[in-house]
């Protein structure tokens, strides 16, 4: 079965510093997400990327923080500057419609700022 | 502002038991609904789609109430593995900021031998 994979499966980051999350959706997939979730918390919709740019992002997608598709596979969430509340599980997700059913998610990336 | 609302249990049920969650959203404009399986520190995967004249697979039973903006999950003959934490998930009506998923914070349901 196809699957999303994302790298690192764990980052330990000293806060202040930048982090890059690499995500590699499934291959005829063409819509791309990120979503996070703080421990013991829901799951938040953070952004959606649909022909290479930004289709929606939620309140909590800020300055600090960017997404890019830098060649045709890999897709990215850069967090600028982290802060201790930016310890979470980053998931990364991929869809061929915008219907929820559609959707698959990673294992996700679990970050740690110290 | 979206909400997805759960009890959040923990439910601790016997195997072989029938057990049931609830949900209610609070956007009118919803559209799509699903019920995701999260195991402990996994991703949230899919279980099933929930539609308005309700739905079944296996033992898995979906209920829609549009009016009460109220999605239920039966589970019957529960069994060891069904022990997980189960979303209701929202997705709102296109454009406008629809395209993420909305989550409730999830049920934890805790099968016994």
């Known amino acids: 079965e196809p699957e999303v994979t994302q790298t690192p499966s764990h980052q330990v980051t000293q806060m202040g510093q930048e982090v890059i999350l690499r995500c590699v959706p499934i291959?005829?997939?063409?819509?791309f997400y990120w979503y996070r979730q703080i421990l013991g918390q829901k799951v938040e919709f953070l952004v959606s990327f649909y022909n290479n740019e930004i289709s929606e992002k939620s309140e909590i997608f800020d300055d600090q923080f960017s997404v890019e598709r830098p060649d045709g596979s890999n897709f990215t969430l850069k967090i600028r500057s982290t802060k201790l509340e930016d310890s979470a599980m980053y998931f990364c997700?991929?869809?061929?419609?915008?219907?929820?059913?559609?959707?698959?998610f990673g294992e996700g990336s679990w970050l740690t700022v110290v | 502002r979206k909400e997805v609302e759960q009890d959040p249990g923990p439910f601790n049920v016997p195997e072989g038991a029938t057990v049931a969650f609830n949900c209610t959203y609070s956007n009118s404009a919803s559209q799509s609904f699903f019920w995701y399986r999260q195991d402990c520190r996994k991703e949230p995967k899919l279980l099933m789609s929930v539609y308005s004249s309700g739905n079944e697979d296996g033992r898995f039973t979906a209920q829609l109430n549009r009016a009460s903006q109220y999605i239920s999950l039966l589970i019957r003959d529960s069994k060891l593995s069904d022990s997980a934490t189960y979303l209701c998930?929202?997705?709102?009506?296109?454009?406008?900021?629809?395209?993420?998923?909305?989550f409730g914070k999830g049920t934890h349901l805790i099968i016994q031998p």
């Open positions: 291959s005829n997939h063409l819509y």
């Open positions: 998930v929202v997705k709102e009506i296109s454009g406008g900021g629809a395209d993420g998923l909305t």
């Open positions: 997700a991929s869809s061929t419609t915008k219907a929820g059913n559609t959707i698959y």
